[in-house]
């Protein structure tokens, strides 16, 4: 399964056929709005990611989170922060 074009619930066109700036403030690295530059798992948000779309520079993989998938840096430092709340 694949999906090149879709629209997002915003309005916004995704899909690895689609060609974007990654949306990180003052980022001009172009990539697609496929899955592999998704903030989350799932297009438009989930509980991991905010939806958006970025360069590999600013995306990270959580290493100590089971399950994470590459998130933004912020969405990484919420889910480490709710994280370390869960644990206290
Ligand atoms: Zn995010
Ligand atoms: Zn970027």
Known sequence: MGYAFYT???GREAG???TAV???KDCTVEIDRGL???CGETPGGDEWGCGDYFCGQHLTLL???PDAPHTCNRCADRILGE???SQL
Do not use: I, P, S, T
Request: charged share 35%; glycine share 6%.
């Open 63 to 65: 290493l100590d989170v």
């Open 36 to 38: 592999a530059y998704l």
């Open 22 to 24: 990654c949306d990180e």
């Open 8 to 10: 997002l619930a915003d």
């Open 83 to 85: 994280d370390k709340a």
């Open 16 to 18: 690895y056929g689609v």
